[in-house]
Structures are given as structure tokens and as C-alpha cells.
């Protein structure tokens, strides 16, 4: 069986893996110089580690530079109301940590290329795929280096992100949810009472947006603006970073104002969410954000697309060896998404929930000055902080259980 997968994030990059250890030819297309040459998320929730931890990856995601969560900050109008601690020492490995995405994958890359079957083409765009009469898909096309190249496939997997051209030139749609909107993404050197650590800041203003924080593994402060689809006509010119830290305290903004000269981007993340009807069609499968692209809340895309991997390798590693039957491969392709479709519903039925919070921030309605006193009160009490965390359970450790076949853990 011959697979190329075009896209070397996360789901590219590990189904690749899995694929490759097993003996099956595959290529991995990259349109950038490396898998890390985009933005793309950097939270691994327990239910991404314990996929990552599946695929035999323990030892390269120990060596990966990043930091456990150790906190929870909830800030309204400049104060902190509410602080909840990560369970750390509970989860152990399966904390939740923040990790660089640009060594995970080109370590995972890296890996992959130790086989045989598997070849890896960086600087690799993607342009469309090759039909044969009957309409199947029966491989690519794309254009490195002014070139154009065409190789064939048994099987095509875009795991090529939210606005997948694989899933367009495969002819399959995506149905978009209402709450499409905009991430103003800015970094800036850490202030000194974060360093060191990482705590994940959630900052809400009557009448603002929110605005998200949290220290990297270099001791950087990673922010992130929310807004409505449009929103970015308020941020034009030198002004766009004090309009930006509007939601923040008083002491946070000062630190990033008088460091402007240090702050990278900003860079504007077109959230779209919304879920693929169909996720296959002949010849084709869509995988992570390209099949179901998620929102930010809760770092559900990193973690919901290698869980896609576990599933996809579950159904496609039985047929490798044997001689090819599209037939088998397309029914292969049908039952992934009838095995994660129900999980990804249910986040994104959840991120809806959990975000909106956020929106009633914005519109100063009577929910946020209800939510504001509420949890002034509850703040304090250790059952109300475990309380917040109980509520997020599915978005930490998933809704369904997905397990690597045992067959498959081992090349």
C-alpha cells in the first residue's frame, strides 16, 4: 500500500510514523521548511500524551524543552478571583505541559526516518490530486522547487490543517459552526515573577476581549487575544499593543509596554470550528483540523489530532502487506470517522461551553457580573477549585477511549 500524507503536523507527522514503522511507503509533503515552520499549537492536554505516549514516543517527548502547567489563573477586571491548581504530581507524565511543537515534530520526523518505506519532502506544496477514470483518487500533485512533481497513492491524507486543500480538491465540504472568530497571537520576554514556571492566565474585562497568557518553555510570554470575526480593524498601527492588553492587570500590561521593542508579531489565527460531513471519499482521507477544525479553548487540536492517528492507524496498518483492495481501503477510511466523529462533537459541544464565559465578558451582560460575584465567593474554597476541574474533565482525558492496537506499539 502506497500512503502520501500531506501536512507535517502533529497527525502527519505521527501517522506518518506509524505507517512507516510498519512497512508502509509513504511520503510526507510539507509545504514549509519543516513541520515547525508554522504556528500550531503547543499544549499536550493527557489525552494527546497518552496517544503520543501509545505510539512509543516517551523518550522524545522527555527530551522535548517544555513545562508542566502548574496553575490556573482566572482574572476579571484586573483581579484574581479564582486560582486552581494543575494535578502535577497526580498525572506525573500525563501533566498537562505546554511543549515546543517545532522539536516534537522534527523529532518525530526524525524517527520516521530511520525507515526504509517512509520519505520525507519539506518545501513541497501541495496543488491538487490525480484521478484515475472511476473518479478514485490515485494520487498527488505538487510543486517543489518551481518543479511540478506527480506521485502516485493507494491512499491520500490530508492532515493539512483548517483550510485543507486536500479536503477541496477531494471534494469534500465542511460545515462551519456560528463562533468563528479571530487569536491575536504576540510574544514578549516573560516578566520576573513568571519565569521559571508556567501558569496559564485567563483574563476577562466587562466590554473587552479576553486576553490568555501563559509562560513557554523559554521564558517567554505567550499571549493571545480573542475577538470576533472583524475585530482586527481595532488593532491598526503602533497603538494595537495597548488595545490588546486591555483585559490585562495593571502590573502584567506594564511589563509588556515596556518591552514593546522585544514583542514578536503579532500573528492573527483564523479560528474556523466546524466538522467535515464526510471525512473520506475515494481514494481519500481527512484527518485533525482538516476533517474537524477546532477552537483554542482548551488545547483540543493538537490533542484530538493524534487521537485521529491512533484510530486511522487502527484501520489502515490490517491492510498493509496485503495486496491492494480499494474497497477495503475506503471502508477502512469510513469507520475512523465513525469511531472519533462522537469525541469530536462532544469537544466541541464543550470549548462551546466553556467559552461562553468569554463572550458574556465582552457583552458586560448580567451572566458576567453574576459569574464576576460568584466566583469573588467561591474563589477561596478547595472544593470550588476542584469543582472547575471536574467540569473539564472530557476536554483533559477525552470522552472516548482510543487505544493503539497492541500489534501496532511496537515496529
Not at 484501520?315 to 474497497?327: M, T
Request: one cysteine or more; glycine letters at 10%; hydrophobic letters at 45%.
Amino acid at each position: 500500500m502506497k500512503v502520501v500524507v500531506v501536512g507535517a503536523g502533529p497527525a502527519g507527522a505521527t501517522l506518518a510514523l506509524l505507517l512507516a514503522r510498519h512497512g508502509v511507503e509513504t511520503r510526507l509533503l510539507e509545504r514549509e521548511a519543516s513541520g515547525g515552520g508554522v504556528f500550531r499549537g503547543e499544549g499536550l492536554m493527557p489525552l494527546g500524551l497518552e496517544a503520543l505516549e501509545q505510539m512509543g514516543l516517551n523518550r522524545l517527548l522527555a527530551a522535548v524543552p517544555g513545562r508542566a502547567v502548574e496553575n490556573w489563573r482566572i482574572l476579571i477586571d484586573g483581579e484574581e478571583v479564582l486560582t486552581v491548581p494543575e494535578p502535577v504530581a497526580e498525572l506525573g507524565p500525563l501533566a498537562f505541559r505546554v511543549a515546543s511543537p517545532v522539536a516534537l515534530l522534527d523529532g518525530i520526523i526524525k524517527e520516521a526516518q530511520a525507515h526504509p518505506t517512509f520519505a520525507y519532502h519539506p518545501r513541497t506544496r501541495f496543488t491538487d490530486v490525480v484521478r484515475d477514470a472511476s473518479r478514485r483518487v490515485t494520487g498527488v500533485r505538487a510543486i517543489r522547487a518551481g518543479r511540478s512533481i506527480e506521485w502516485p497513492a493507494d491512499l491520500v491524507v490530508g492532515c493539512d490543517g483548517r483550510g485543507s486543500v486536500v479536503r477541496t480538491r477531494g471534494g469534500l465540504s465542511l460545515t462551519l459552526a456560528e463562533e468563528a472568530y479571530d487569536v491575536l497571537w504576540f510574544k514578549v520576554p516573560a516578566p520576573p515573577w513568571l519565569r521559571g514556571r508556567c501558569d496559564f492566565h485567563i483574563m476577562v474585562r466587562g466590554g473587552r476581549h479576553p486576553l490568555i497568557a501563559y509562560t513557554t518553555w523559554d521564558d517567554m510570554l505567550q499571549c493571545g487575544l480573542i475577538m470576533p470575526k472583524g475585530g482586527m480593524s481595532e488593532f491598526r498601527g503602533d497603538a494595537w499593543l495597548s488595545a490588546a492588553l486591555v483585559s490585562a492587570p495593571g502590573r502584567l500590561a506594564g511589563h509588556v509596554l515596556a518591552h514593546r521593542d522585544q514583542v514578536t508579531g503579532p500573528i492573527r489565527l483564523n479560528v474556523m470550528v466546524g466538522h467535515a460531513p464526510s471525512w473520506s471519499a475515494p481514494g481519500v482521507l481527512l484527518l485533525g483540523d482538516a476533517a474537524h477544525p477546532m477552537s483554542p479553548v482548551r488545547a483540543q487540536g493538537i490533542n484530538l489530532a493524534v487521537r485521529d492517528v491512533i484510530v486511522a492507524a487502527n484501520h489502515l496498518l490490517p491492510l498493509a502487506g496485503a495486496p491492494v483492495e480499494p474497497a477495503a481501503i475506503d471502508a477502512a477510511c469510513r469507520a475512523v470517522q465513525a469511531e472519533r466523529e462522537p469525541e469530536v462533537l462532544r469537544a466541541q459541544l464543550l470549548q462551546r461551553r466553556e467559552a461562553r464565559g468569554q463572550g458574556d465578558a465582552r457583552a458586560a451582560s448580567w451572566h458576567y457580573s453574576a459569574a464576576k460575584r460568584g466566583a469573588r465567593l467561591l474563589g477561596r474554597y478547595g472544593w470550588a477549585r476542584r469543582a472547575w476541574l471536574r467540569r473539564q474533565h472530557e476536554l483533559r482525558f477525552g470522552s472516548t477511549h482510543v487505544m493503539l492496537n497492541p500489534a501496532f506499539t511496537r515496529p
